[in-house]
């Protein structure tokens, strides 16, 4: 049993969810797991899957790292139910 739980995030975080790196020759994706952590959904990301890419431009901010004004995608964890 699983419990379905969707993030609308920015481009890099979903990149970094899909291919586990981000290489940009900065720090964005050290800055980026901070953020995770800071969020409080850095243990979720083992059960994260990109659902949806370019979802066109929003101002609202990335559920995940908390960057505003991105272009938006569609993560979906599906994290282990409970037992009992």
Known sequence: ???????????????LIQYGEYLDGEDTADRKWEAWKRSGYDHMVRYMSVTETELGFTVLDCELCGDMGYDECLVTALVPAPLG
């Open 1 to 15: 049993m699983y419990n379905e739980i969707e993030f609308r995030t920015c481009f890099i975080c979903a990149y």
